[in-house]
């Protein structure tokens, strides 16, 4: 059985336009959430599922689970 | 500000100091015909927000450290020295223009103020001072291109959820797939964004004209450029490259991006393939009879707007206007148009930042213009673009619908 992620703050990216899913998601987990906290970012986007963990590599954050589904779910834990 | 930061300003300066970049900075009369030219200034009509207000910010401070009348005599050459606020008001200048060039288009001497300005992001770069926005989704995209192999099945199998869409929107199935990725041997191609919009009406489209093609694994949109790093602008549009040729194509068709397509298109010198616009693509396929159009299915009175990159900068006018020609009974061009058009206001990566009254406000003549024609549905064929019309549309109050190109399309083939 997975263990239950205990979720922080939850973000709705539906059907927002190019580039905002990673601008809102970035400002949120810099400016919001504390270290160790986790964010749900709703989206619709196909593309989130190269770009996120794109940026999540880049900015030292981590995806820990994703829901895949008409509107996908990224459990994303913030590192530092 | 330290010695070794102004060294290394004015060594990202003098990186970029070409002969038409000296010639834009040495050259300027003044006139004042540029202020006219700008969608900022039009709308909030104040002097940094001038082409020629942007060019000087950047020019004290050129002849502050490369022109000998700045440099000893700085009062009488009007120089500056680098500073915090000097950088601050280089940051306003390279953020508040869009590197529409209309104002090229009306100066005298064709001073590209959109040029002038890639100078001084780069200078924002070096002083750390660019848009954080910016960085990450560059750093983002290099990222990408260098670890595509990790995000590739995550991406492929989202993919593959939208064929059902693309099936009830074209009618019929494939065995081998509606939307093919990784197909070698393919004629085109495709790159577009994000959004499942981007993918599935052109997938549409493609399909109806009974197209070979691939739809890639990048997005087609270049941070690199709207942050105004040259190197992270290649490595991104390099990754396009990389792959057209790994898959043996002969075209590389660009989504309703206008930066992606001036980029892939006239920035890259030559290439084994040709690089075409969706939009060029969609007019091609209607005159050569691959696909069929509901003629005059849309009679509610229609605009388009001409992205600025992939109109004034990229030469892309005529096949738009065949396209809506076919579809809508009543076409009301904005004036002016074409390559006068007036940018809406959100290129240049101004949509990715924190600046929605800005650009609101800097959206004023645009909304003017859409205003005058009485159109309801208004057209055009860059995500940015549609974008800010949104946020135009919003912030005015307007009782306008705005659509993509291809959306248009696609939901109005003879099937």
């Not at chain 2, 050459?77 to 200048?93: C, K, N, P, S």
């Not at chain 2, 148009?337 to 645009?366: I, M, P, T, Y």
Request: glycine share 10%; hydrophobic share 35%.
């Amino acid at each position: 059985m997975s263990e239950e992620i205990k979720v922080d703050a939850t973000m709705d990216l539906k059907g927002l336009k190019c580039p905002l899913p990673i601008v809102r998601v970035s400002k949120k987990v810099k400016d919001e959430m504390q270290v160790g906290q986790v964010l749900v970012a709703e989206t619709t986007d196909p593309g989130a599922h190269a770009d996120f963990p794109a940026w999540a590599k880049t900015s030292g954050n981590e995806i820990v689970k994703v829901e895949k589904g008409d509107v996908s779910k990224f459990y994303i834990k913030k590192l530092k | 500000m330290n010695r070794e930061k102004i060294g290394t300003i004015t060594d990202l300066m003098k990186s970029r100091l070409t002969k038409p970049m000296q010639y834009y900075l040495d050259l300027c009369t003044r006139c004042g015909l540029c202020y006219d030219s700008c969608h900022v200034y039009y709308g909030i009509p104040k002097r940094e927000y001038t082409p020629v207000g942007r060019a000087e910010t950047l020019r004290r401070i050129f002849r502050k450290y490369f022109r000998p009348s700045g440099r000893f005599f700085p009062y009488w050459g009007e120089a500056r020295e680098l500073d915090d606020r000097a950088m601050e008001e280089v940051r306003e200048a390279a953020f508040s223009c869009t590197g529409c060039r209309r104002c090229m288009v009306n100066c005298p001497f064709g001073i590209d103020t959109g040029y002038l300005m890639t100078m001084a992001k780069l200078m924002l770069i070096g002083n750390e001072t660019a848009p954080e926005e910016l960085v990450i989704l560059a750093d983002s995209a290099v990222e990408k291109g260098k670890s595509i192999g990790e995000f590739k099945e995550g991406f492929k199998s989202v993919v593959g959820d939208l064929e059902k869409i693309v099936q009830e929107k074209l009618g019929r199935s494939s065995p081998d797939g509606l939307i093919p990725m990784d197909n070698g041997g393919a004629s085109v191609l495709y790159a577009g964004l994000a959004g499942a919009h981007s993918i599935v009406n052109p997938a549409v489209i493609f399909n109806a004209a009974g197209e070979s093609w691939s739809l890639s694994f990048f997005e087609a949109v270049n941070f690199g450029a709207f942050l105004g790093d040259p190197e992270k602008m290649q490595f991104i549009a390099n990754r396009i490259v990389k792959e057209a040729i790994q898959l043996g194509v002969k075209e590389l068709v660009i989504t309703e991006c206008g930066t992606a397509y001036r980029i892939q298109r006239h920035m890259l010198g030559t290439l084994p393939f040709k690089v075409s616009s969706i939009v060029e693509v969609i007019d091609r396929y209607l005159r050569e009879g691959r696909i069929k159009v509901k003629a005059g299915a849309i009679s509610e009175p229609v605009t388009y707007h001409d992205p600025c990159q992939l109109g004034r900068n990229g030469g892309v006018f005529e096949e738009p206007r065949r396209i809506i020609g076919e579809l809508c009974t009543d076409f009301r061009e904005m004036t002016p148009n074409r390559e006068h058009n007036w940018c809406c206001g959100g290129g240049g990566g101004l949509v990715a930042l924190d600046n929605e009254k800005f650009r609101v406000q800097s959206g004023l003549v645009k909304r003017d213009q859409i205003s005058a024609t009485g159109a309801k549905l208004v057209v055009t064929a860059c995500e940015n673009c549609v974008s800010q019309l949104d946020t135009i549309k919003s912030g005015y109050g307007m009782d306008v619908e705005v659509k993509y190109l291809t959306e248009l399309v696609a939901d109005n083939l003879l099937l």
